[in-house]
Protein backbone atom coordinates (compact mmCIF):
# COMPACT_ATOMS: atom_id res chain seq x y z
CA UNK A 1 0.00 0.00 0.00
CA UNK A 2 1.27 3.30 -0.68
CA UNK A 3 -0.03 6.44 0.37
CA UNK A 4 0.13 9.99 -1.15
CA UNK A 5 -0.20 13.36 0.26
CA UNK A 6 -0.38 16.53 -1.78
CA UNK A 7 0.25 20.17 -0.62
CA UNK A 8 1.00 23.44 -2.64
CA UNK A 9 -2.33 24.21 -3.76
CA UNK A 10 -4.03 27.69 -3.36
CA UNK A 11 -5.47 30.77 -4.48
CA UNK A 12 -3.48 33.18 -6.77
CA UNK A 13 -4.05 35.88 -10.03
CA UNK A 14 -2.85 34.46 -13.80
CA UNK A 15 0.39 34.69 -14.37
CA UNK A 16 1.23 33.74 -11.09
CA UNK A 17 3.14 30.67 -10.14
CA UNK A 18 2.83 27.73 -7.68
CA UNK A 19 4.43 24.77 -6.73
CA UNK A 20 2.84 21.10 -5.98
CA UNK A 21 4.35 18.79 -3.78
CA UNK A 22 3.27 15.12 -3.76
CA UNK A 23 4.58 12.94 -0.62
CA UNK A 24 4.82 9.23 -1.09
CA UNK A 25 4.72 7.12 2.29
CA UNK A 26 7.21 4.90 0.95
CA UNK A 27 10.46 4.37 -2.07
CA UNK A 28 9.10 4.21 -5.39
CA UNK A 29 9.42 6.60 -7.84
CA UNK A 30 12.65 4.78 -8.66
CA UNK A 31 10.11 1.98 -9.91
CA UNK A 32 7.47 3.51 -10.99
CA UNK A 33 5.89 6.23 -13.18
CA UNK A 34 3.66 9.12 -11.42
CA UNK A 35 1.42 12.28 -12.54
CA UNK A 36 -0.56 14.78 -11.92
CA UNK A 37 -3.83 14.34 -13.05
CA UNK A 38 -6.86 17.84 -12.34
CA UNK A 39 -10.24 17.80 -12.61
CA UNK A 40 -12.35 21.38 -12.75
CA UNK A 41 -16.31 21.54 -11.81
CA UNK A 42 -18.04 19.97 -14.16
CA UNK A 43 -15.19 18.22 -16.31
CA UNK A 44 -13.82 14.66 -16.74
CA UNK A 45 -10.34 14.38 -14.87
CA UNK A 46 -7.18 15.11 -17.09
CA UNK A 47 -3.75 14.11 -17.35
CA UNK A 48 -1.97 17.20 -16.85
CA UNK A 49 1.91 15.92 -16.81
CA UNK A 50 3.59 12.62 -16.35
CA UNK A 51 7.39 11.40 -15.69
CA UNK A 52 8.85 7.62 -16.15
CA UNK A 53 11.22 6.11 -13.96
CA UNK A 54 13.56 6.51 -16.17
CA UNK A 55 12.86 10.86 -15.82
CA UNK A 56 11.11 10.49 -19.39
CA UNK A 57 8.07 13.32 -19.24
CA UNK A 58 5.22 13.54 -21.15
CA UNK A 59 2.83 16.86 -20.93
CA UNK A 60 -0.87 18.24 -22.00
CA UNK A 61 -0.56 20.71 -24.66
CA UNK A 62 -2.75 23.03 -22.45
CA UNK A 63 0.16 23.29 -20.17
CA UNK A 64 3.52 22.76 -22.52
CA UNK A 65 5.96 25.08 -21.64
CA UNK A 66 4.24 26.71 -18.43
CA UNK A 67 4.24 23.68 -16.29
CA UNK A 68 7.35 20.91 -15.37
CA UNK A 69 7.24 17.87 -13.75
CA UNK A 70 10.29 16.42 -11.54
CA UNK A 71 10.56 14.22 -8.82
CA UNK A 72 13.43 13.90 -5.80
CA UNK A 73 13.94 10.49 -5.03
CA UNK A 74 15.27 10.94 -1.57
CA UNK A 75 12.45 12.70 -0.34
CA UNK A 76 9.91 10.34 -2.20
CA UNK A 77 8.28 13.33 -3.16
CA UNK A 78 6.90 14.38 -6.93
CA UNK A 79 6.79 18.31 -7.83
CA UNK A 80 5.13 20.17 -9.97
CA UNK A 81 5.70 23.46 -10.95
CA UNK A 82 3.25 25.97 -12.25
CA UNK A 83 4.02 28.90 -13.94
CA UNK A 84 2.10 31.50 -16.37
CA UNK A 85 -1.21 30.01 -14.26
CA UNK A 86 -4.19 31.09 -16.19
CA UNK A 87 -7.74 31.14 -14.71
CA UNK A 88 -8.40 27.92 -17.15
CA UNK A 89 -5.93 25.85 -15.06
CA UNK A 90 -8.73 26.13 -11.91
CA UNK A 91 -9.18 22.97 -10.85
CA UNK A 92 -8.40 20.08 -8.17
CA UNK A 93 -4.76 18.57 -9.06
CA UNK A 94 -5.00 15.25 -8.00
CA UNK A 95 -1.49 13.25 -7.84
CA UNK A 96 -1.20 9.62 -9.04
CA UNK A 97 1.31 6.45 -8.94
CA UNK A 98 1.15 3.41 -10.97
CA UNK A 99 3.01 0.46 -9.76
CA UNK A 100 2.40 -2.43 -12.52
CA UNK A 101 -0.83 -2.86 -12.29
CA UNK A 102 -2.27 -1.00 -9.35
CA UNK A 103 -3.04 2.73 -9.08
CA UNK A 104 -2.58 4.93 -6.69
CA UNK A 105 -4.50 8.69 -6.01
CA UNK A 106 -3.45 11.52 -3.73
CA UNK A 107 -6.19 13.32 -1.87
CA UNK A 108 -6.18 16.12 -3.93
CA UNK A 109 -5.27 19.91 -3.54
CA UNK A 110 -6.94 23.02 -4.96
CA UNK A 111 -5.36 25.33 -6.94
CA UNK A 112 -7.78 28.64 -7.68
CA UNK A 113 -6.37 31.07 -10.40
CA UNK A 114 -8.28 34.48 -10.04
CA UNK A 115 -8.19 37.02 -13.31
Known amino acids: QVQLVESGGGSVQAGGSLRLSCAAS????????AGWYRQAPGKQREMVAS???????NYADSVKGRFTISRDGAKNTVYLQMNSLKPEDTAAYYC?????????WGQGTQVTVSS
Open 26 to 33: RSIFSVSS
Open 96 to 104: HVQIGAFHY
Open 51 to 57: ITSGDYT
